[in-house]
């Protein structure tokens, strides 16, 4: 079955360091595969995304890459702020039972101090 | 701001109680989705609808009720829950079903504390 793996967290940073989170996946076919954020006390927003391999998904400074070779789709930003501060989770989608549906890792808390 | 209107976003009730939950979003998706969330972990997908038509049931219990009115909208009906029923409940929507590359889109949902 399919599954993604992030790396455990929290990642606690100081304001405009560079961030890097860790995801990993196992999938049949080609899924897409996206990044979704959720701050404290709301759901989950979209990051960013990417259909196929060695597309870059990008939003707000944030960057991943999806690397088939590698099965990888790690987050970066190149400096980070207080208000990134936020539950991240790295997700696929795949089929089941002839419908789309996600599967999203354990999700990554990152805190970033000013 | 959500694109996807969940309502009421905290909601206490008792083990005997009945209460609904209430999703609607006006993006045209005809895919919508309940999520069950417990504290610092993931969503787990509850249900599917696609086309306004029960497609997936992941083994929810029944006193769990979904029902979808019309394509906007997305209930879920609770009676008798557990207290290991408390948690945020997200409804989501996508373009389409099959459609692998539409993102889901994610309400702010609705967080639940049976007593």
């Known amino acids: 079955g399919n599954s993604v793996t992030q790396m455990e967290g929290p990642v606690t940073l100081s304001e405009e360091a560079f961030l890097t989170i860790n995801c990993t996946y196992t999938a049949t076919g080609y899924p897409s595969l996206f990044w979704y954020v959720q701050y404290p006390g709301e759901g989950l927003q979209l990051l960013l995304k990417?259909?196929?391999?060695?597309d870059k998904g990008s939003n707000k400074g944030f960057e991943a890459t999806y690397r088939k070779e590698t099965t990888s789709f790690h987050l970066e930003k190149g400096s980070v702020q207080v208000s990134d501060s936020a539950v991240y989770f790295c997700?696929?989608?795949?089929?089941?039972?002839?419908?789309?549906?996600?599967?999203f890792g354990k999700g990554t808390m990152l805190l970033v101090s000013p | 701001d959500t694109e996807v209107t969940q309502t009421p976003k905290h909601l206490v009730m008792g083990m005997t109680n009945k209460k609904s939950l209430k999703c609607e979003q006006h993006?045209?998706?005809?895919?919508m989705y309940w999520y069950k969330q417990k504290a610092k972990k993931p969503p787990e997908l509850m249900f599917v609808y696609s086309y306004e038509k029960l497609s997936i049931n992941e083994s929810v219990p029944s006193r769990f009720s979904p029902e979808c009115p019309n394509s906007s909208l997305l209930n879920l009906h609770l009676h008798a829950l557990q207290p290991e029923d408390s948690a945020l409940y997200l409804c989501?929507?996508?373009?389409?079903?099959?459609?692998?590359?539409?993102?889901?889109?994610f309400g702010d949902g609705t967080r639940l504390s049976i007593l």
């Open positions: 990417a259909t196929k391999a060695d």
């Open positions: 997700a696929l989608s795949g089929m089941n039972s002839g419908y789309s549906t996600l599967t």
């Open positions: 989501a929507s996508s373009q389409d079903r099959g459609e692998g590359m539409k993102p889901q889109h």
């Open positions: 993006m045209g998706h005809r895919a």
